[in-house]
C-alpha cells in the first residue's frame, strides 16, 4: 500500500497534505507518562523494545498524525559509544566525561562496533512495523554529528556553546575529528534503521544555529550531506529530511541528495518556499507555542496552506510539542491540516 507520507517526501500529489509533529511521543500525553512510570525513567523506555514502541504508536493512534517518529533520543548514539549518559529531572542530558582531547575520542567506540550496540532500537523498530497500520509511514531518525557533538563536547545542554566554539577556532582539527567519528556511527546507525524497516529518515541538527553562517557547511552540513549521499547510493527510495533549526542565513547555500528540508519556526515559509521550494520538498512550521490556542493554531495553518497550495509540502511544527499543550489542542491541528487540504 503506498503511504501518503512518503509519496509527499518525493513531491508526489497527495489527496491531502500530510502531517506530524516533532516530539509528537512525549510528556503531553498522558498515556506517554503512564508508560515512562512504568519503564522508571527515560533512557529504560529508550532501551525497552516493547514501551518505546508502545509510546511511538500513541500519537498515531491518540491524535491521528500521518507518520510515526521512532521513540528514542539522540543521545543514544553518544551514549553507545561509550559515554555514560544520564537524563536529570529538570536539567536534562548529562555526560559524565565530555570529550576533552584526542586520548578522550579515541577512548569511545567507533563504527560498526558502535552501531551494533544499538540493537534496541531495531529491535524496536521492528515490533512498531508490526503494529502500524500499511498507510503509516515511521520515521526514523538521528542527531547531525555538529549537534552531537556540542552534547559531546560540552557535557550537557549549553546557552553559550563557548567550549565547542573555542574548539572551533582554535583546534578544528580535533573538533573535525570528532565530527568525522560521529559521521561514521552515524551513517551505520541509520543504515541498520533502514535494513530494520523505517520508511523515512530525519537528521535533526537542532543547534545549526549555534554556527556563524560562515563556518556553518564546514562543521555542521557537509558532515550531514555526506551521511545522505551515503544512504541515497543504497537506499534511493527511502526520503531523507533535513532538518537544521534556525539558519535563515544559509538558505542560498543550502545543497545536497535528500528529499524534504524541515523548515523551522523562525524562517518565514514564503522565504523559504522562494529559496528552496524548487528542489526540495518544504516541511513545517508552525511555532509550536500556537498549540496554546485554537485559533492560533487555525490561522497559521489555513496561512500555510495559502503559501504553500497544497503541494510540495508536509504540515509540521517549526519545532518540538511542549509538554504542556492540551492534547485537544494537538487533535486539533492534526484536523485542520487534513481539512484545508483535503482535494
Ligand atoms: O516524538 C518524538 O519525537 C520522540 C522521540 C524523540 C525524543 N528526543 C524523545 C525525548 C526525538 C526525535 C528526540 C530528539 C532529540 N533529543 C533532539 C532533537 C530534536 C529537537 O527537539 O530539537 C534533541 C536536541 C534531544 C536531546 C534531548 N533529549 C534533550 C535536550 C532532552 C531534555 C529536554 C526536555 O524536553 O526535557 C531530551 C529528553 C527527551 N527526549 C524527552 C523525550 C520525550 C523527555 C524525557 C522525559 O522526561 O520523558
Redesign the pocket.
Known sequence: MSKIFVDACFGKDTQYTPVW???????YLPE?MEV?KEAGN?LN??HNPKLAAE??LQ?VNIVGVDAA???????VVPNEMGMKLD?L?GE??VFEKPIKNEVDLDALLGGEEAALKLTYVYKTIKIIKEQLADDKALIG?T?APW?LAT?MIEGE?TKTYNICKKMMYSNPELLHKILAKVTEVVKLYMEKQIEAGIDVV?I?D??AAAIEPAKYNEFSWKYMVEIADYLKAKYPHVPIIM?P?GIPGFLDEVYGNFDVFGVDWSTPMGYAKEKLGDRYVLQGNMEPCRLYSKEATTECVEALQKIMGGKRHIFNLG??IL?DVPVENAKHFIRECHRVSKK
Not at 509533529?21 to 510528556?27: E, I, L, N, S, V
Not at 517518529?69 to 543521545?75: A, G, T, V, W
Request: glycine share 12%.
Open positions: 509533529m516533532m516530539r509528537q511521543a512525549g510528556r506517554y515512562r527515560f523506555l529508550c509510546v511511538t500519537p517518529i521512532l521513540f528514542s533520543d539522540i543521545l537524563f529531572v536534562g542530558p531518525f542527531g549537534t552534547y545542554g530525519q535533526f537542532s543547534w532538518f533549526k519545532h518540538g509538554p
